[in-house]
């Protein structure tokens, strides 16, 4: 037997509630090991001294005090995060991360268009040529970025949504219920 197992089996050893076998087995292992041993004479020592408290007399008005000294104390407050800097957040975190991929396709399109521009001025001498080989260079990007824009103010218009109507219908609502249950 470990060491780890047989601390855990020490209090219902002390007990006497393991079984015959498992009580065989942690005698065998406390004859072997001193920090064993040493653990069950604390827990011998605990279980003395928690046999001889003596109860406490406690005034005929204690539940009293505590309950008034309870209710004169502040009234604690779970932090709220606000559903508005929730939304802030989200809001801002899309945006930016469309801004980086936008960023990140025209860092690759804007190579392309550069070596477009030379080929196509030292062809044509035509500016257009160079918008035209940007713009192809950047068109593959394009329904990505659309799908991902939409897809963003859609969620965005549902989350606002969602959260006027909680404000407006269902917040008031909760709000009465509590202070009706708080009344009682």
Same mark, same amino acid.
């Given at each position: 037997?470990?060491?780890?197992?047989?601390?855990?089996?020490?209090?219902?050893?002390? !007990? *006497?509630?393991?079984?015959?076998?498992?009580?065989?087995?942690?005698?065998?292992?406390?004859?072997?090991?001193? !920090?064993?041993?040493?653990?069950?004479?604390?827990?011998? $020592?605990?279980?003395?001294?928690?046999?001889?408290?003596?109860?406490?007399?406690?005034?005929?008005?204690?539940?009293?005090? $505590?309950?008034?000294? $309870?209710?004169?104390?502040? %009234?604690?407050?779970?932090?709220?995060?606000?559903?508005?800097?929730?939304?802030?957040?989200?809001?801002? *975190?899309?945006?930016?991360? #469309? $801004?980086?991929?936008?960023?990140?396709?025209?860092?690759? +399109?804007?190579?392309?268009?550069?070596? +477009?521009?030379?080929?196509?001025?030292?062809?044509?001498?035509?500016?257009? +040529?160079?918008?035209?080989? *940007?713009?192809?260079?950047?068109?593959?990007?394009?329904?990505?970025? +659309?799908?991902?824009?939409?897809?963003?103010?859609? #969620?965005?218009?549902?989350?606002? *949504?969602?959260?006027?109507?909680? %404000?407006?219908?269902?917040?008031?609502?909760?709000?009465?219920?509590?202070?009706?249950? !708080? !009344?009682?």
């Amino acid at each position: 037997m470990r060491c780890s197992s047989c601390s855990n089996d020490l209090d219902r050893y002390l !007990e *006497g509630t393991l079984s015959p076998t498992r009580m065989r087995a942690t005698a065998e292992h406390l004859r072997t090991c001193d !920090e064993c041993r040493a653990t069950l004479d604390e827990l011998k $020592v605990i279980d003395a001294l928690l046999a001889t408290t003596a109860p406490v007399d406690l005034a005929p008005n204690f539940t009293y005090a $505590v309950m008034a000294e $309870v209710r004169s104390l502040p %009234q604690p407050r779970a932090f709220r995060f606000s559903h508005w800097a929730l939304l802030s957040f989200y809001t801002i *975190g899309a945006w930016v991360a #469309i $801004v980086a991929f936008w960023l990140f396709a025209r860092e690759s +399109a804007t190579a392309t268009l550069n070596s +477009a521009s030379t080929n196509a001025f030292v062809a044509t001498s035509s500016t257009f +040529a160079a918008l035209a080989a *940007g713009m192809h260079a950047l068109a593959p990007y394009a329904p990505f970025a +659309a799908v991902a824009v939409l897809l963003i103010v859609a #969620i965005d218009a549902a989350f606002f *949504g969602a959260l006027f109507f909680y %404000q407006r219908r269902i917040r008031p609502h909760v709000l009465a219920a509590i202070a009706i249950r !708080e !009344e009682r």
